[in-house]
């Protein structure tokens, strides 16, 4: 297969995340964006809709270049560990899927909590729902977007594990991998505990999986690619 096409969605996932980061940092509402409370969240999401809907473009690209580069990466190992690989590509459609709808319903529903929220018989359930909805604030239990997450983990894990068995850079992306998919786990296991190891085992994970796909943009996209070995 043509290997250049993992380096172009490595490559790609690194520009799109230096730009959502100017983007956010050159945003007029970049000071304000904290989000601690219910009324936080209401206050920042609903200020600036525009904002919000960048956000949504760049997650939802996120979600499709992630899940082509581990369709690359299946289709690299599927000839030297089918069943394996197979196994580690099942997980990818239900991240997608369920990535993009929760994305799209934190999109929409924002402008439906704003209006009932204007409602004074109806401001402290809305406050109360957004506490359980919201992604972030030391109080919410919600972190929901974290269980698609897990399941990329899950895949990162697989098919760091095969890369991993090769040798020189290749090698060192898959470690990084494995490591980026404990990350992505460790935030879905966040839902069931309150420590605060899990937050710092997810960053580590984002962390690596930036590194992997710096070492997967050279090595795919160096002159002569990468040839992955059929046979073990």
Not at 61 to 85: D, H, M, N, Q, T
Request: proline share 3%; charged share 10%; glycine share 10%.
């Amino acid at each position: 297969m043509n290997t250049r096409f993992i380096g172009y969605s490595s490559a790609s996932f690194i520009l799109l995340f230096i730009v959502w980061i100017l983007i956010s940092l050159l945003s007029p509402n970049a000071a304000n964006g904290n989000i601690e409370t219910a009324e936080d969240f209401l206050r920042v999401r609903s200020g600036n809709q525009d904002r919000n809907s960048v956000n949504f473009i760049f997650s939802f690209l996120s979600v499709c270049i992630s899940a082509s580069l581990f369709s690359g990466i299946y289709l690299l190992c599927r000839k030297k560990s089918p069943e394996l690989a197979m196994t580690g590509l099942v997980f990818i459609p239900a991240y997608v899927v369920l990535s993009i709808v929760m994305y799209s319903s934190m999109y929409a529903i924002v402008p439906i909590l704003k209006d009932l929220h204007a409602i004074p018989e109806m401001k402290e359930t809305v406050l109360l729902l957004i506490d359980h909805y919201r992604s972030g604030g030391e109080n919410s239990v919600s972190g929901f977007h974290s269980i698609p997450y897990g399941l990329l983990g899950i895949s990162a894990l697989i098919f760091g594990s095969l890369m991993s068995r090769e040798s020189g850079a290749i090698k060192i992306a898959g470690i990084l991998i494995i490591i980026s998919g404990f990350g992505y786990i460790s935030g879905m296991i966040r839902l069931f505990s309150s420590s605060g190891i899990f937050s710092i085992t997810g960053g580590i994970g984002g962390i690596a999986y930036l590194l992997s796909l710096l070492i997967m943009s050279y090595i795919f996209l160096k002159p002569g690619g990468y040839r992955f070995p059929e046979k073990a």
